[in-house]
């Protein structure tokens, strides 16, 4: 079992910056793949980012791409979101997922959810 907990949202105007955190319980985080969706007020949950096991492959939507930065800290049971030159269409609930994924943009994928943060984007 991992249990997720996700901080540091909050609201922020555009081109700002904010960094997500989410840490993890239980002894087999780093067997997992980590990712990072997102969900707005009557939209689906979305994919944002997504980080191997070992954090040594990175995957990302195309419309974070070249502004958010996943990483994890397998010492520390955590993994992160920065982002960067953010816009209002960032504005969502997001959520960290944990799991041993084939298609990494799937939620049905993770198997552990963390129970979300809210970013706001003002512009």
């Known amino acids: 079992q991992v249990q997720l907990v996700e901080s540091g949202g909050g609201l922020v105007q555009a081109g700002g910056s904010l960094r997500l955190s989410c840490a993890a319980s239980?002894?087999?985080?780093?067997?997992?793949?980590m990712g990072w969706f997102r969900q707005a007020p009557g939209k689906e949950r979305e994919f944002v980012a997504a980080?191997?096991?070992?954090?040594?492959?990175?995957y990302y939507a195309d419309s974070v791409k070249g502004r958010f930065t996943i990483s994890r800290v397998n010492a520390k049971n955590t993994v992160y979101l920065q982002m960067n030159s953010l816009k209002p269409e960032d504005t969502a609930v997001y959520y960290c997922?944990?799991?041993?994924?084939?298609?990494?943009?799937?939620?049905?994928?993770?198997?552990?959810w963390g129970q979300g943060t809210q970013v706001t984007v003002s512009s």
């Open positions: 997922a944990a799991g041993v994924v084939y298609r990494r943009s799937i939620p049905a994928e993770y198997d552990y």
């Open positions: 239980g002894r087999t985080f780093s067997r997992y793949t």
């Open positions: 980080i191997t096991w070992s954090g040594d492959s990175t």
